[in-house]
């Protein structure tokens, strides 16, 4: 399923959503979307549409990414965080750039900027639109679980399980080396860096609360087939079923793969 909330002058997009569910459960789903686009803190949307759509095989199962925050005090700070965070996963100084333009423009996309790692280079067939992460969703019992694991954290709540849930999938791509995202609703200011390699690394006070601006970067692995990534991110349903084993208040402990 999936919802969108425009504005029909200026076909500013407000918010999207989207999921993976069973048959029983797409009414109250459709009640929440448009629940969600009605008090979006973007303003009021002047249109909204979902789209429902049946699935024709089973989902690849994968596992969540296991969750840590770093401690951060401001924009500069995270800027740098971030970048080392992404150097050591493998992303240029370049590429690095190349992301931060797109996450700071005053241009929001839908998507995300698909950024060659090593190059820094667009590769998005559509650099206004970019590229949308699509059909992923989470099985019941892994939500509780996760749900579970984030609550020491104070972060069990919808942002942080739909940003996770794609940053899951999108990190279980091959092509892609890392993430790095920072939310375009005013009031929300902790961003992430997400790989396979590391995990999802929550940044607070990424940006100042108030900007509109925002945006995703997916950091590709240079001679990854292009047309695959983006089938694969579109329209590959994905499902998380397993959460890993780590502790939100205490994450060395246990992912020890966490920098
Ligand atoms: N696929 C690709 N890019 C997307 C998608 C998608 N499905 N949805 C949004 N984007 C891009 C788009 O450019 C948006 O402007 C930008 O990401 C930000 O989207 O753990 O709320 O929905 O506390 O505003 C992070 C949570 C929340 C961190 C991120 O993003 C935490 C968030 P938003
Ligand atoms: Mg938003």
Redesign the pocket.
């Known amino acids: 399923m999936r919802g969108d909330a425009k504005t029909t002058s200026g076909k500013i997009?407000i918010?999207?959503?989207?999921g993976l569910y069973k048959k029983n459960e797409v009414l109250e789903i459709i009640n929440h979307y448009a629940l969600r686009a009605m008090n979006h803190p973007k303003g009021p949307a002047d249109a909204i549409s979902i789209a429902i759509e049946k699935l024709s095989g089973r989902p690849r199962a994968i596992a969540a990414l296991p969750?840590k925050?770093v401690p951060c005090s401001g924009p500069e700070e995270a800027r740098n965080q971030s970048a080392d965070i992404l150097r050591k996963i493998g992303v240029s100084g370049e590429a690095i750039r190349a992301a931060f333009r797109v996450l700071r423009s005053p241009k929001?996309?839908?998507?995300?900027?698909l950024v060659e790692a090593d190059s820094g280079r667009r590769l998005e067939p559509n650099r206004a639109r970019?590229?949308?992460?699509?059909r992923m969703g989470i099985e019941k019992t892994a939500l509780k679980t996760l749900k579970r694991t984030l609550r020491p954290g104070k972060?069990n709540n919808e942002?942080?399980l739909?940003?996770?849930i794609?940053a899951s999938k999108?990190a279980s791509c091959r092509g892609v080396l890392a993430e790095l995202?920072?939310?375009?609703?005013p009031d929300?200011i902790?961003?992430?860096v997400a790989s396979k390699s590391f995990g999802?690394i929550?940044i607070?006070n990424i940006k100042r609360p108030g900007s509109p601006r925002?945006?995703?970067a997916?950091f590709i692995r240079s001679g990854a087939d292009i047309n695959k990534v983006i089938k694969y991110?579109e329209a590959t349903p994905v499902m998380i079923t397993e959460i890993p084993d780590f502790d939100v208040l205490n994450p060395g402990l246990k992912a020890s793969r966490l920098p």
């Open positions: 997009h918010t999207g959503a989207e969750v925050t929001t996309m839908r998507g995300a900027a970019g590229v949308r992460a699509s972060i942002t942080v739909e940003a996770l794609l999108v995202c920072v939310s375009d609703d929300y902790t961003g992430y999802y929550r607070p925002g945006g995703r997916f991110l």
